[in-house]
C-alpha cells in the first residue's frame, strides 16, 4: 500500500513537471514571438521616420521643369522606401485582406502558404508597392504648397489618386494603377505616369512621365523566403535555416501557424516577417 501510494505520489510529481515544463516552453516561444515582432515594429518605425524626416529638397539652380521632376522622383524613391519597409514587416504585402493574413496582438503578417497553396508572389507585391506610391504621393507632394509658395499654377490632368483612401478591398478593382514597380536582383524600379499641366506667368510646360530606381533586394527575399516556405513542409530544420546570407529563426506560434523572421543590416528591407500554415 506504501509503495502504491508512493508510486501515485511520484506519478502526480513527474505529471506536475511535465506540465509545467510544457507551460515554460510556451512561454519561452511567446516571449520570443513578442521579442522579434518588438525589434520588426522598431526597425520599422527606426526605418519610416528616417525616411520621413529626410525632407525632400528643391534645387533652384536648375531649370522649373527639372526642378519639378527631381521634386516628383525624389518624392516617388521616399515613399518606394516606405513601401519596401513596411511590405518587409509584413511578409512582403502591404494591403491583405484578413483570411491571407495573421492577425496578433502585436504585428499583421502575411501568408506566405496557406489551406495548401502559396499565396505570395511577386508579382503580389509589386502591385502593393505601386498602390503604396499611388496612394500615399501626396504625404510627400504637400499637394505642391512649396511651388505654390512661388506661384505656380498646377493641374493634374490625369486619374492620379491623391488624398484617396482605401476602405474597401474592392476598390482595387477599379482604382487605376498609375505606379508600375518592377522587382529587379538588386533594385527596384517604379515608373509612374503621372499628368501635369504647370504654368508661372508666360512659362508653360507639361510633365507626363517620371522613373526612379532604388537600392533593394526584396526579390531575393521573397525568393528566401518562398524557399523556407516549401522546406517548411517537412519541419523546422535549423541546419537549412543557417544556410541563408539573413539570420533566420523559426516560431511557432501555435498549433496550426509557424512565424518566421529574416534579419539583415545589409539587406533593404532589414527586417522580413512572415507566416505559413503547418501541414
Do not use: W
Request: proline share 2%.
Amino acid at each position: 500500500y506504501k509503495q502504491l501510494t508512493s508510486f501515485i505520489k511520484l506519478k502526480c510529481i513527474l505529471n506536475a513537471m511535465k506540465k509545467r515544463g510544457q507551460v515554460t516552453v510556451l512561454i519561452l516561444i511567446g516571449i520570443a514571438l513578442i521579442l522579434i515582432v518588438g525589434i520588426a515594429i522598431f526597425f520599422l518605425t527606426q526605418k519610416t521616420t528616417d525616411i520621413e524626416t529626410a525632407e525632400v529638397e528643391v534645387d533652384r539652380s536648375i531649370g522649373n521643369e527639372a526642378r519639378f521632376t527631381s521634386f516628383i522622383e525624389n518624392c516617388m524613391e521616399k515613399q518606394l522606401l516606405k513601401g519596401i519597409s513596411i511590405a518587409g514587416a509584413q511578409g512582403g504585402r502591404i494591403f491583405m485582406q484578413d483570411e491571407s493574413s495573421l492577425i496578433t496582438e502585436n504585428a499583421v503578417i502575411g501568408y506566405t502558404y496557406k489551406n495548401g497553396d502559396t499565396i505570395l508572389d511577386y508579382k503580389d507585391v509589386e502591385l502593393d508597392l505601386g498602390y503604396y506610391v499611388d496612394l500615399t504621393f501626396d504625404e510627400c507632394t504637400n499637394y505642391f504648397d512649396i511651388f505654390k509658395e512661388e506661384q505656380f499654377a498646377i493641374s493634374e490632368t490625369g486619374s492620379y489618386p491623391i488624398n484617396t483612401e482605401v476602405i474597401e478591398f474592392d476598390l482595387f478593382d477599379t482604382l487605376p494603377l498609375n505606379s508600375d514597380v518592377t522587382l529587379g536582383e538588386d533594385l527596384v524600379s517604379i515608373d509612374t505616369t503621372y499628368p501635369l499641366q504647370i504654368s508661372k506667368g508666360n512659362n508653360q510646360f507639361t510633365l507626363q512621365t517620371f522613373s526612379v530606381n532604388v537600392d533593394s533586394n526584396i526579390k531575393e527575399t521573397v525568393k528566401s523566403a518562398l524557399d523556407i516556405t516549401k522546406n517548411h513542409h517537412n519541419g523546422i530544420d535549423l541546419a537549412y535555416l543557417t544556410s541563408f546570407d539573413m539570420l533566420v529563426n523559426a516560431f511557432p506560434y501555435d498549433a496550426d501557424n509557424t512565424i518566421y523572421s529574416m534579419y539583415s543590416e545589409e539587406t533593404n528591407p532589414s527586417f522580413f516577417l512572415f507566416v505559413t500554415e503547418n501541414e
